[in-house]
């Protein structure tokens, strides 16, 4: 297994992974990270500008790939707001599909892995959660279960031309899963609504896209549920796994420091 990274010595993988280094944003990087690579998981993190010259590299070695996209054509409204990161997708999908690999499209729904960077610095930090639209529904998906879909598309045949729409298991609203934490965690929360523009005051660390992007899907999904497949079961032949597993299995991630809990 090789794994692509700008700078190997602080990639921090196990050490049975090849990291080799490579840029997506020079593409001349990539021929010699490709030698010998059959099959490609991609997950875009640099400049559009760059798409169709590393794409060619990427067909010039490989057969198939696997690419981290996002649920573009599903009809609930949610996934339905105009935004950079969905452009960006549409045109990567549009290149990959004219390329002449063998290619498969992930479309997952919101992570579970978004309540570490949402809730858990306030839950951290005491017991009160401040957040807006709090009655909007998502069905959160554990990163592992995307990951074990990769790892089958890319190892197995039978996925090729495939659009894997991937969700968890349950329809939560936002409220619900920050009292899951609280229940997993052992905390009793205050949970509070607040108006989308104190919420994006205090965002200060999100780019403005996305805080855009995520106000807009969550008003439009206020009152009705999340849409949720059952394409992780049909793949990997168990149940995607529920938002408690995933708090249950991060707690950690919303506890207090020793050192700040000890702080007066």
């Known amino acids: 297994m090789r794994a692509l990274a700008r700078n190997p010595d602080t990639a921090c993988l ?3 992974v090849e990291v080799v280094r490579g840029d997506l944003t020079l593409p001349a990087t990539l021929d010699p990270c490709l030698d010998g690579v059959q099959t490609v998981f991609l997950v ?5 500008s760059t798409v169709d010259a590393a794409l060619e590299s990427i067909a010039g070695r490989a057969r198939r790939i696997v690419f981290l996209s996002a649920p ?3 009809g609930h409204p949610f996934f339905q707001q105009p935004n950079p990161a969905r452009l960006l997708a549409q045109h990567i999908e549009q290149r990959i599909e004219t390329s002449g690999l063998e290619w498969t499209f992930l479309r997952p729904g919101m ?6 960077h949402f809730w858990a610095p306030q839950i951290r930090a005491g017991d009160v959660v401040r957040w807006p639209y709090l009655d909007a529904p998502t069905a959160p998906i554990d990163e592992r279960d995307i990951a074990a879909v990769g790892v089958r598309a890319l190892s197995e045949n039978g996925h090729a031309g495939m659009e894997y ?11 619900e899963q920050v009292s899951i934490i609280g229940a997993a965690t052992g905390r009793t929360l205050r949970i509070e609504e607040i108006p989308p523009e104190v919420a994006r005051r205090g965002w200060t660390a999100m780019p403005a896209p996305v805080e855009k992007m995520l106000l807009d899907a969550w ?3 206020v009152g009705q549920p999340a849409f949720i497949t059952s394409t992780v079961e049909e793949i990997l032949g168990a149940p995607a796994r529920t938002f408690l597993t995933w708090v249950t299995d991060n707690a950690a991630e919303f506890q207090a420091s020793a050192a700040s809990s000890s702080l007066p």
């Open 14 to 16: 196990p050490p049975q």
């Open 44 to 48: 875009w993190t640099a400049p559009e």
């Open 72 to 74: 573009l054509k599903t």
């Open 111 to 116: 992570f579970a892995a978004n309540a570490r």
């Open 165 to 175: 729409i991937l969700t968890g298991p349950q329809s939560l609203t936002q409220y």
């Open 219 to 221: 008003a439009a999904a």
